[in-house]
Every structure is written in C-alpha cells, then in structure tokens.
C-alpha cells in the first residue's frame, strides 16, 4: 500500500513559480514510476508529467514542456513538479499519482493509476 500527499500549492501571479511535492509512504517508491495530473474547474483531468524509476526518464504534456520540471528524491520517498513561467491556464487541482509495472512514457495514457494522492490547488492570478 502507497499513501501520496501533495504539498506545495498556491497563489502565485502569472510568470511565478512554484514547486509541488509529493510524499509517499512504503518501502518500495523507488520501484515506483511517478506522475503528475492535474484537473481544472470543469474540465477533465489531464496528464502534466511523469518521471521512471529506473533511469529517471522524463515525459511531459506539450502544454508544459519546457517550463515544468519533473524530478524525484527516492531517499526522501518523494516526488517534485517544478513549475515556471505559470499562466492563468495552469490553474488547477494537482494530483500525484504512483505506478508499478509500467513505464513513464505510458501514464499518459493509462487507464487507471494504482495510487493517487489527494490533490493541491495551484491557482494563478493573471
């Protein structure tokens, strides 16, 4: 069983900067390929990025390639999103999600995650 807890939301102006952590319980996060959704008002979730575990490959959606940065610390069994450049349109709930089994190039398009944490309201003020 993994446990995901999101950290690190806020209220930032557009061109600010953020950073969300994800926390994750259990022994084995280090076996984990870990990701980023995120889900505006209205709107369905949407896949932000993810990061493997065995070569720390990184994948992005268009929409934040090149200003959001995915990284990972297994000894602190915690995962980072590093957001730069925000705009209006990045306002969202966050998500973390964990995933064994797979690889980072495909949590974009999985059907369902085996963990989930319980999300971090990003908001951006224009």
């Known amino acids: 069983q993994v446990q995901l ?17 994800c926390a994750a319980s259990g022994r084995t996060f280090s076996y984990y390929v870990m990701g980023w959704f995120r889900q505006a008002p ?7 990025a993810a990061i493997d575990w065995t070569d720390n490959s990184a ?25 730069n450049s925000l705009k209006p349109g990045d306002t969202a ?11 980072a190039k495909h949590v974009a398009v999985k ?5 989930w944490g319980q999300g971090t309201q990003v908001t951006i003020s224009s």
């Open 5 to 21: 807890v999101e950290s690190g939301g806020g209220l930032v102006q557009a061109g600010g900067s953020l950073r969300l952590s």
């Open 42 to 48: 209205g709107k369905e979730r949407d896949f932000v």
């Open 59 to 83: 994948y992005y959606a268009d929409s934040v390639k090149g200003r959001f940065t995915i990284s990972r610390d297994n000894a602190k069994n915690t995962v980072y999103l590093q957001m």
């Open 93 to 103: 709930v966050y998500y973390c999600t964990a995933d064994r089994f797979t690889a």
């Open 111 to 115: 059907a369902t995650h085996d963990y």
